[in-house]
Structure formats: structure tokens, C-alpha cells
């Protein structure tokens, strides 16, 4: 249901909501700017824990007044349009999540633009490397360091801002870089990581 709004005469007419559980989100006009953005949800659907059905997260973000609204396999990725900035679409979906699901979750944002730019951006163009053995990793804010693979380890990385890059020659399945110390310097930052395929695949969603 539409909000009942009076409007000034003086003023120019507001934006229409529309209502959901968690608060009342613009939805756009065709005066608005819309944007596309992935949304990248942390630890969610693993192993039987913190479950958010995919078709369940579409209805609440439609609810919620999200456009178009589609999801991404079970890791937590979904695709929206919005005329919210950024941060407040993040602030939009933890509430959304944490209302709908029960569960607490960092949840990265990145626009269609910004998802270009990151895969434009491969630190090892021309080596056609496997895209299940390389990751991005997403952070809530910029690294504060570069991160360094320790000497004697096989992977590689690369850190570009709110981006860590990590190629896993050997797989991920059988690295042990997560205990070498590699993240630390990311300690307090919210992160979720995807392989390339995943990313590739949202950057072409976000596009559509």
C-alpha cells in the first residue's frame, strides 16, 4: 500500500514508498536515478545454518520496494535496482535480513559500475586462469594495508582498495592461507568472498 502523503505546494513532490517490516523504501520515479547493485550477503545457506531461501529474499526485497529483484545460487547474492546510495541499500537489506530471517549478516554493496570496474581491474589479465581458484574478496572498507602472501606459499594476491584479490593455484579446498595470518590486517572489517565465476556472473546480472 502507497503512504498518504500531503504535500506542500511550495514544495516539490516527494518520491512514493512503499511499506514493508523493516521501514519504508523509495522506489523510484522517472525523475529518480536509479542504480543497479549486487548485494553480497556473509555466511548465509552453510551447512544448515543461517538459511535465507533465495525465492524467499526476492518476495521481502520486492516487499520492500527494491526493482527487479533476482538472486544468484544459495551463497547469498542477490541483484536489485534502487535509487538509494550504496550504503543505505546495505543498511536497507541487514534490516530486511534481520527481520525476515532472523539473522544478523554483513552485507557488501557494489553498483553495476563499480562490479565493471572491479573485474576490469584483474591483476593477472591474459593468464586465463582457472576462475574457481581465484577469489575476490569484498570488504566494507578499504584495506588498511596491502596484504602479503607469506614466502614458501603458492597463491597469490592482490590488494586493490575495498577489493583483495587471491589466486589458489593448488584450489582453495586444500589451501591453508586462512591460517597463515594473511587476513589479519583485515581484522574489524566486514568481508564475503566469491570466486571469479560468481563475480563474472553478477557483473553480467547487474548489467542486464
Known sequence: MWNAIVADPAMPPPRPCRTSGVGSFPTGTEEADVTTYAALLRGVNVGGHRAVPMAQLREALEAAGFGRPRTYIQSGNAVVDSDLEAPAVASALKALIADRFGH???VMVRSAAQLAAVL?????PGRDLDP???TV???????PQTLTVP??????????GTEVWVHYPD????????RSGFWRPLAGIDTTTRNLRTVRVLRDMAAA
Open 137 to 143: 574478496t569484498f570488504l566494507s572498507e578499504a584495506a
Open 120 to 124: 576490469a581491474a584483474d591483476p593477472w
Open 171 to 178: 584450489g582453495l579446498g586444500v589451501s591453508t592461507l586462512d
Open 151 to 160: 614466502a614458501g606459499r603458492r597463491e597469490e594476491a592482490h590488494t586493490a
Open 132 to 134: 574457481a581458484k581465484v
Open 104 to 106: 544478523t549478516v554483513p
